[in-house]
T-cell receptor, first 109, second 116 residues
Framework: QKEVEQDPGPLSVPEGAIVSLNCTYS??????FMWYRQYSRKGPELLMY????GNKEDGRFTAQVDKSSKYISLFIRDSQPSDSATYLC?????????FGGGTRLMVKP | EAQVTQNPRYLITVTGKKLTVTCSQN?????MSWYRQDPGLGLRQIYY???????DKGDVPEGYKVSRKEKRNFPLILESPSPNQTSLYFC???????????????FGPGTRLTVL
């Protein structure tokens, strides 16, 4: 079993929809939780990070962490075609960063 | 402009022919690492370095070598490449150890390697 599980998708939604992306994990030592966005033919870029449990909002994006369930989510409101990318969750509690496999999101105009 | 650069961006080679992928950052970051990205497996860390002359193995170090002689450079060396090392490789850097909250990890543009 992988330490971090993420549905690969693809997830296809119409423009304006609310998108929910999720990851589950098994390592209780993880303390930092991040979401990266990766456009085609580009390196990942940090979108949001959260420390421990709770919610964090940044514009149209909301990250949630539930450590008791070992479950993290990223919500995108009013999704735009420019949000079409692969979203990778990542977690850390050590010098190494562990990534999920990524979910490919397609937002159709 | 703050950036991580990698060269080459694309490389096709043959089994056993030694190659080096260079990585350089201009942000004076202490922490650098190499990842490979494969379909369905996501990003997996190969090696990381917490400072000059300090390197350590990640999840998938077999078949790879690294060196950190200068703070800005962190080359990835494949002494005898094999077809199972065909992958997309990313170099990344950050101010300190990975995942420390606000310490953003910056990724390079990637190197697509094909080993025949």
């Amino acid at each position: 079993q992988k330490e971090v599980e993420q549905d690969p998708g693809p997830l296809s939604v119409p423009e304006g929809a609310i998108v929910s992306l999720n990851c589950t994990y098994s390592n209780s030592a993880f303390q930092y939780f991040m979401w990266y966005r990766q456009y085609s033919r580009k390196g990942p870029e940090l979108l949001m990070y959260t420390y421990s449990s709770g919610n964090k909002e940044d514009g149209r994006f909301t990250a949630q962490v539930d450590k008791s369930s070992k479950y993290i989510s990223l919500f995108i409101r009013d999704s735009q075609p420019s949000d079409s990318a692969t979203y990778l969750c990542a977690m850390s509690g050590s010098p190494m960063l562990t990534f999920g496999g990524g979910t490919r999101l397609m937002v159709k105009p | 402009e703050a950036q991580v650069t990698q060269n080459p961006r694309y490389l096709i080679t043959v089994t056993g022919k030694k190659l080096t992928v260079t990585c350089s950052q201009n942000m004076n970051h202490e922490y650098m690492s190499w990842y490979r990205q494969d379909p369905g497996l996501g990003l997996r860390q190969i090696y990381y370095s917490m400072n000059v002359e300090v390197t350590d193995k990640g999840d998938v170090p077999e078949g790879y070598k690294v060196s950190r002689k200068e703070k800005r450079n962190f080359p990835l060396i494949l002494e005898s490449p094999s077809p199972n090392q065909t992958s997309l490789y990313f170099c990344a850097s950050s101010r300190s150890q990975t995942g420390s909250g606000t310490d953003t990890q910056y990724f390079g543009p990637g190197t697509r390697l094909t080993v025949l």
